[in-house]
């Protein structure tokens, strides 16, 4: 099923509404762009920014935007490989920038994450979604699209679930809430988790500003490129998986000294997956109670947001509002009405 021939139009391959979109003022000067809420029969394309999906996976996570009405296609090479990525540099950007400039597509899911996207970040071309707003959904690997696309073009995107979907990992909530992100105008409202890693961290009081951010690591190695979103005023997001206590520590304190975190209005925690130390030494909440305490804003942690059971999804570059007491993480929507 997932290996059809290849479409004309894009360099895609089909496994399956247009509108100009508008620009919105933001606080500030920031010129914002929101792509139209999809719809049934929506287009949308599956591209492989960085690692090779898992062909059950995805069939997985193409049958569940199916059951919302969508019309699937698959970037030419979603499903290539070249050592550990997806395709060579020029392939999967080619694929990616097929999918952002094509105007019959109003939405670009990408397959998976791993590693990838800051070899081809450079050379994305962000004329398509200036002149066409397009939801654009993925996490991890793919913070530096996300990046790019809001530095240059404004263009609120989605932190989310990928197409290389586990039922185990990312279930029927979590769907549903991918789902009412892209396809309704409602605002997103993410509840403190007791039971996540970053629960404990907690710095009262209230902020509001664009939220921007993403995986933890990537922000940190994106630093002085020009994929990194400018964090002043703004609810700085983070998470991230597989990373020492230590190595937190290390990533946070790289904010601090280049002045990030002394610029942010607030910090919303995701889920700090897999984060063990040696033991005796701090675990991964006292490490953010350490680096976080002290700046002077609120911060709220354990939301499920990011590599963890249960994810759910965000936009990116939409005004929020963190409410650190009443535990909550309120995000205007990411789409606009068509």
């Known amino acids: 099923m997932l290996r059809m021939g290849a479409a004309a139009a894009g360099g895609a391959v089909l496994v399956g509404g247009l509108e100009t979109g508008a620009a919105q003022a933001a606080p500030g000067a920031k010129r914002v762009l929101r792509a139209p809420a999809l719809a049934p029969g929506d287009r949308v394309r599956v591209v492989s920014p960085g690692s090779t999906p898992d062909p059950t996976n995805m069939a997985r996570g193409i049958e569940i935007l199916r059951s919302w009405g969508l019309e699937v296609e698959l970037g030419t090479h979603v ?3 070249y050592g550990y990525l997806a395709g060579t540099d020029a392939q999967r950007l080619a694929d990616l920038n097929a999918a952002l400039n094509d105007p019959g597509i109003r939405a670009v899911f990408a397959a998976r994450g791993g590693y990838g996207t800051q070899r081809i970040v450079d050379g994305i071309d962000v004329s398509g979604v200036r002149r066409d707003p397009r939801v654009v959904v993925g996490f991890s690997d793919i913070t530096s699209i996300h990046g790019k696309l809001w530095r240059e073009a404004g263009l609120v995107t989605f932190y989310g679930p990928m197409v290389n979907w586990s039922d185990d990992r990312t279930g029927p909530d979590s769907a549903e809430a991918l ?4 396809m309704t105008t409602a605002p997103v409202t993410i509840t403190r988790d007791p039971a996540e890693t970053a629960a404990p961290v907690l710095v009262p009081g209230r902020a509001s500003g664009p939220l921007l951010g993403g995986c933890l690591t990537l922000l940190s190695t994106s630093l002085g490129a020009g994929d ?3 964090f002043d005023d703004a609810i700085l997001f983070f998470e991230d998986v597989d990373e020492a206590p230590y190595s937190i520590d290390m990533m946070l304190t790289e904010l601090r000294r280049v002045g990030v975190l002394s610029r942010v209005a607030g910090v919303a925690i995701g889920q700090i ?12 909440a006292a490490v953010l109670k350490d680096r976080l305490s002290d700046l002077g804003v609120p911060v709220l942690g354990g939301l499920r947001l990011g590599h963890g059971n249960g994810q759910l999804t965000v936009p990116l570059g939409a ?15 990411g789409v606009r009405p068509r």
């Not at 789902?179 to 892209?182: D, E, F, K, S």
């Not at 005004?319 to 929507?333: F, H, K, N, S, W």
């Open 273 to 284: 997956t897999n984060s063990v130390g040696e033991p005796g030494e701090w675990d991964a």
């Open 319 to 333: 005004r929020a509002t963190i409410d650190a007491e009443a535990g909550t993480l309120t995000v205007q929507p």
């Open 228 to 230: 990194i979103p400018k």
């Open 79 to 81: 499903f290539a490989t």
């Open 179 to 182: 789902r009412r992100a892209v």
